[in-house]
T-cell receptor
Framework: TQLLEQSPQFLSIQEGENLTVYCNSSSVFSSLQWYRQEPGEGPVLLVT?????EVKKLKRLTFQFGDARKDSSLHITAAQPGDTGLYLC??????????FGGGTRLMVKP | NAGVTQTPKFRILKIGQSMTLQCTQDMNHNYMYWYRQDPGMGLKLIYYSVGAGITDKGEVPNGYNVSRSTTEDFPLRLELAAPSQTSVYFC????????????FGPGTRLTVT
């Protein structure tokens, strides 16, 4: 079974601060996705990274896929209350199915 | 497009009861999935389907059954409900497997007491 570990599990910060969330595995993934989930709703895709070392930016969010395709990070610059939510990474591995990490719950206080 | 819809939104079951969670998508997606999400945790795959008439087990299939008679519908059946099945259940669909975007429904919150 391929496992994805996310850290930290919880993060509470003030508006305007920067933060980084990590997603790590001992397994290699063909691609990795980041989803955001708000309370009472299903996850929504933010980005897909495919190539080792790939960096993608989505406004204030920067996503990086590790060179060895075993890890990924999500960096948020100048966090806003609207960024509050559960951030999930998901890797495509054996069987072509997604394996989800445990999630990082982010709270951004005004 | 409504996307992925799930019913019911909430349900309380007694131990040993059975129920079916409904899931419908209107995007003509081939792939459909059922996940469960325990409090504060990520998603675990229960069952998935790559097309009408084809289903396969995911990571945690015990205690559940599925069918896929049409492209649009992918119901999840719980037989003999147990407290360990208390969770939030999400249905999702995608055009293809792997890194294709999965579109999620709003979830069904199930409590077994």
């Amino acid at each position: 079974t391929q496992l994805l570990e996310q850290s930290p599990q919880f993060l509470s910060i003030q508006e305007g601060e920067n933060l980084t969330v990590y997603c790590n595995s001992s397994s290699v993934f063909s691609s990795l996705q980041w989803y955001r989930q708000e309370p009472g709703e299903g996850p929504v895709l933010l980005v897909t990274v495919v190539t080792g070392g790939e960096v993608k930016k989505l406004k204030r969010l920067t996503f990086q896929f590790g060179d060895a395709r075993k890890d990924s990070s999500l960096h948020i610059t100048a966090a806003q209350p609207g960024d509050t939510g559960l951030y999930l990474c998901a890797g495509r591995g054996a069987g072509n199915m997604l394996t989800f990490g445990g999630g990082t719950r982010l709270m951004v206080k005004p | 497009n409504a996307g992925v819809t799930q019913t019911p939104k909430f349900r309380i079951l007694k131990i040993g009861q059975s129920m079916t969670l409904q899931c419908t998508q209107d995007m003509n997606h081939n792939y459909m999935y059922w996940y469960r999400q325990d409090p504060g945790m990520g998603l675990k795959l229960i069952y998935y389907s790559v097309g009408a008439g084809i289903t396969d087990k995911g990571e945690v299939p015990n205690g559940y059954n599925v069918s896929r008679s049409t492209t649009e519908d992918f119901p999840l059946r719980l037989e003999l409900a147990a407290p360990s099945q208390t969770s939030v259940y999400f249905c999702a669909s995608s055009y293809g497997g792997g890194s294709y975007e999965q579109y999620f429904g709003p979830g069904t919150r199930l409590t077994v007491t």
